[in-house]
């Protein structure tokens, strides 16, 4: 069963910067792709962004310029990097990793941004 455990949300001003990780349990390169959703209370989980294995990335049109999805194969890891944060950016944010056949998720860490 892989595991993939997110990290690094927090409480960030408007304007700020926050940068996710997502560690995964098995190498990058069993996935077909990575990325992050999101979801607040109410609504359905959003997509945000992907990453491809060979590393092409894909951004939802809300955070196009705004931030960045990239992994490190040698630690397992995809990032988002998120800038120029804006309160409707509040969500609890999922990585998620894509097989030919399965789907995986992680926990969800909760990105809060707020004066």
């Known amino acids: 069963q892989v595991q993939l455990v997110e990290s690094g949300g927090g409480l960030v001003q408007p304007g700020g910067s926050l940068r996710l990780s997502c560690l995964a349990s098995?190498?990058?390169?069993?996935?077909?792709?990575m990325g992050w959703y999101r979801q607040t209370p109410g609504k359905q989980r959003e997509w945000v962004a992907t990453?491809?294995?060979?590393?092409?990335?894909y951004y939802a049109d809300s955070v196009k310029g705004r931030f960045t999805v990239s992994k490190d194969n040698a630690k397992k890891t995809v990032y988002l990097q998120m800038s120029s944060l804006k309160p409707d950016d509040t969500a609890v944010y999922y990585c998620?990793?894509?097989?030919?056949?399965?789907?995986?998720w992680g926990q969800g860490t909760q990105v809060t941004v707020s004066s």
């Open positions: 998620n990793f894509q097989e030919t056949s399965r789907t995986y």
């Open positions: 098995e190498s990058t390169f069993n996935f077909n792709a």
């Open positions: 990453i491809t294995n060979f590393g092409s990335p």
